[in-house]
């Protein structure tokens, strides 16, 4: 199945891709000049916790009353995509420093049955720097309504906790809002800030009743900015939105072959990879930003461990059926010791190679100003929040690596089946996989850059899987997830700095004794023709 040629060329081209991302690396770290502009967060996650707990206790609130809690870090990729688009990385950062400007921040929100707290820190001084509180019709009783002079007492007096007074700031606007159950008024202040030339930084609060139910500062961007950005961020949705409904189509035919195909299937085979991803699912649940939950949520992650469980035992069965009668051969390569570290050397080698047309594809495209990497995607923010930090690399490595190839090898399958052409089948695997990881969480511009970088890397990977086996897409897609992680919590934590360099250690490690042991094998065994 793997000729001996093959593993040398990969090997080689491994072997060059892993040097130049070496001095790259090297390179970045010595010479770049953007390399301080998303840093570590200060205040960390903990602190951020109790910061918001103080603040909603100040308000009246008590926090026992509100079981679910969720954490996130978050950043204001709009604002940053702006200011990277009309200033120098210098300018920016000194921006930032002297007008306080909360580029990162934590959002931690409360809520309970008809209520929903939000409480937003900044990650480098603990500043309260948003507010939202969101109460169903039905709870309103709660509020008391106040007069004019109650209402500016309450509004000056909560200004001057978080360190603003009114006379710093430039009212533009405050009305009231037509509300049949409580007063609703709003305010809007500009910050006076010369350093800001003509952006206005803003801040906003909202009030309903004696309850301040929004607060929040953020800069005032221009419209000529705000409509093409909006317009990115539409395009890019339209096209996410196509690779979900394809998935749907891929989805609704899994089910029906399953059904249709149930008494030729082999079962047995599948019920391990069922039990595992289920398993993985309620770890990952459990690992999550949630760092308390109700009785409900805990029910909520067992309902979806099942379904996770359930729902990968019908792919993994039905895609080892579909890809044997679409392409006449099975999913799976051939199970042998040879075989195994022939896999293990074309995935590891296929990973570094990945890296570096990463690299090479986003730093062409930032150079000539058409792809931008902002700031804090959701990725990052699961990583920066979990509850067990370690086991993050491993399970955002191993839960996409099992659900996505199978679902790869179904696609292929299926389109193949139907339109009677393999390299269309490849086209449309490729499409619905690579779109389907659109960003919308503005960490890049354009959203669907990733769509379209992710859609050519879905045509070869497509091919390697027909070529040589799942096995070897599975061990890829595991290496680059994990790898990619371990490479963020080095950044973000020092005090990682030793398991992530473990990490990295221990897969160069497994790589070479795999690539000693091929050679050994070589030496007793003809190769086999693929």
Same mark, same amino acid.
């Given at each position: 199945?793997?000729?001996? &040629?093959?593993?040398?060329?990969?090997?080689?081209?491994?072997?060059?891709?892993?040097?130049?991302?070496?001095?790259?690396?090297?390179?970045?770290?010595?010479?770049?000049?953007?390399?301080?502009?998303?840093?570590?967060?200060?205040?960390?996650?903990?602190?951020?916790?109790?910061?918001?707990?103080?603040?909603?206790?100040?308000?009246?609130?008590?926090?026992?009353?509100?079981?679910?809690?969720?954490?996130?870090?978050?950043?204001?990729?709009?604002?940053? @995509?702006?200011?990277?688009?009309?200033?120098?990385?210098? $300018?920016?950062?000194?921006?930032?420093?002297?007008?306080?400007?909360?580029?990162?921040?934590?959002?931690?929100?409360?809520?309970?049955?008809?209520?929903?707290?939000?409480?937003?820190?900044?990650?480098?001084? *603990?500043?309260?720097? =948003?507010?939202?509180?969101?109460?169903?019709?039905?709870?309103? =009783?709660?509020?008391?309504?106040?007069?004019? %002079?109650?209402?500016?007492?309450?509004?000056?007096?909560?200004?001057?906790?978080? =360190?603003?007074?009114?006379?710093?700031?430039?009212?533009?606007?405050? +009305?009231?809002?037509?509300?049949?159950?409580?007063?609703?008024?709003?305010?809007?202040?500009?910050?006076?800030?010369?350093?800001?030339?003509?952006?206005?930084?803003?801040?906003?609060?909202?009030?309903?009743?004696?309850?301040?139910?929004?607060?929040?500062?953020?800069?005032?961007?221009?419209?000529?900015?705000?409509?093409?950005? %909006?317009?990115?961020?539409?395009?890019?949705?339209?096209? @996410?939105?196509?690779?979900?409904?394809?998935?749907? /189509?891929?989805?609704?035919?899994?089910?029906?072959?399953?059904?249709?195909?149930?008494?030729?299937?082999?079962?047995?085979?599948?019920?391990?990879?069922?039990?595992?991803?289920?398993?993985?699912?309620?770890?990952?649940?459990?690992?999550?930003?949630?760092?308390?939950?109700?009785?409900?949520?805990?029910?909520?992650?067992?309902?979806?461990?099942? #379904?996770?469980?359930?729902?990968?035992?019908?792919?993994?069965?039905?895609?080892?059926?579909?890809?044997?009668?679409?392409?006449? %051969?099975?999913?799976?390569? $051939?199970?042998?010791?040879?075989?195994?570290?022939?896999?293990?050397?074309?995935?590891?080698?296929?990973?570094?190679?990945?890296?570096? @047309? &990463?690299?090479?594809?986003?730093?062409?495209?930032?150079?000539?100003?058409?792809?931008?990497?902002?700031?804090? +995607?959701?990725?990052?923010?699961?990583?920066?929040?979990? &509850?067990?930090?370690?086991?993050?690399?491993?399970?955002?490595?191993?839960?996409?690596?099992?659900? $996505?190839?199978?679902?790869?090898?179904?696609?292929?399958?299926?389109?193949?089946?139907?339109?009677?052409?393999?390299?269309?089948?490849?086209? /449309?695997?490729?499409?619905?996989? *690579?779109?389907?990881?659109?960003?919308?969480?503005?960490?890049?511009?354009? *959203?669907?850059?990733?769509?379209?970088?992710?859609? #050519?890397? =879905?045509?070869?990977?497509?091919?390697?899987?027909?070529?040589?086996?799942?096995? #070897?897409?599975?061990?890829?897609?595991?290496?680059?997830?994990? #790898?990619?992680?371990?490479?963020? @919590?080095?950044?973000?934590?020092?005090?990682?700095?030793?398991? *992530?360099?473990?990490?990295?250690?221990?897969?160069?490690?497994?790589?070479?004794?795999?690539?000693?042991?091929?050679?050994?094998?070589? &030496?007793?065994?003809?190769?086999?023709?693929?």
């Amino acid at each position: 199945m793997f000729k001996k &040629n093959t593993i040398i060329l990969f090997l080689i081209t491994g072997g060059i891709s892993f040097c130049l991302l070496i001095g790259y690396a090297l390179y970045s770290l010595k010479y770049s000049k953007d390399k301080d502009l998303l840093s570590p967060p200060t205040i960390q996650k903990q602190k951020a916790i109790d910061i918001s707990e103080n603040f909603i206790k100040s308000l009246g609130f008590d926090v026992r009353n509100y079981p679910s809690r969720i954490i996130e870090y978050k950043s204001r990729n709009q604002e940053m @995509l702006y200011l990277l688009k009309n200033y120098s990385h210098k $300018e920016i950062m000194s921006l930032i420093d002297r007008i306080k400007f909360p580029y990162t921040y934590w959002l931690v929100t409360y809520s309970s049955f008809g209520e929903k707290l939000g409480v937003s820190v900044n990650d480098r001084d *603990g500043k309260i720097i =948003g507010y939202d509180f969101f109460r169903l019709p039905l709870r309103e =009783g709660k509020i008391t309504n106040l007069n004019q %002079r109650q209402i500016m007492d309450l509004v000056e007096n909560f200004l001057v906790s978080q =360190g603003e007074f009114i006379s710093h700031l430039e009212l533009l606007s405050q +009305g009231r809002r037509h509300d049949y159950l409580a007063k609703e008024y709003y305010f809007r202040w500009k910050k006076q800030n010369k350093e800001l030339g003509d952006i206005n930084y803003l801040i906003n609060l909202d009030l309903k009743g004696d309850k301040i139910t929004a607060y929040s500062h953020n800069l005032e961007l221009p419209d000529s900015f705000i409509y093409p950005y %909006r317009k990115g961020i539409f395009v890019s949705m339209i096209w @996410l939105n196509l690779s979900i409904l394809l998935y749907f /189509i891929i989805v609704v035919s899994l089910i029906c072959f399953s059904i249709i195909k149930r008494k030729s299937i082999n079962w047995q085979g599948a019920k391990l990879g069922g039990i595992i991803c289920g398993f993985l699912y309620l770890g990952s649940s459990l690992n999550a930003q949630i760092s308390y939950a109700s009785f409900a949520n805990i029910i909520f992650w067992l309902i979806g461990a099942i #379904v996770s469980a359930f729902a990968t035992f019908i792919l993994i069965a039905s895609s080892e059926l579909s890809f044997k009668e679409s392409f006449g %051969r099975s999913i799976f390569m $051939e199970k042998n010791r040879k075989n195994i570290i022939s896999a293990i050397i074309v995935s590891y080698s296929l990973s570094v190679i990945f890296m570096l @047309l &990463n690299v090479v594809i986003f730093e062409v495209l930032k150079h000539f100003k058409i792809v931008w990497e902002v700031g804090v +995607g959701n990725v990052e923010s699961s990583i920066l929040t979990s &509850n067990v930090i370690y086991l993050v690399p491993f399970l955002i490595g191993i839960i996409p690596a099992l659900t $996505e190839e199978f679902l790869r090898g179904f696609t292929m399958a299926f389109s193949k089946k139907i339109l009677k052409n393999t390299f269309i089948s490849l086209l /449309i695997s490729a499409f619905i996989w *690579g779109f389907a990881h659109t960003t919308l969480d503005g960490s890049v511009i354009p *959203g669907y850059a990733h769509g379209m970088q992710f859609f #050519v890397y =879905g045509i070869i990977i497509a091919y390697l899987l027909l070529r040589f086996g799942i096995e #070897v897409t599975i061990i890829w897609h595991f290496l680059n997830n994990f #790898v990619a992680t371990n490479l963020f @919590l080095l950044f973000i934590k020092k005090s990682l700095t030793f398991y *992530g360099v473990f990490s990295l250690i221990l897969i160069l490690s497994t790589f070479f004794i795999a690539t000693i042991l091929y050679f050994k094998e070589s &030496n007793k065994i003809t190769p086999a023709s693929v």
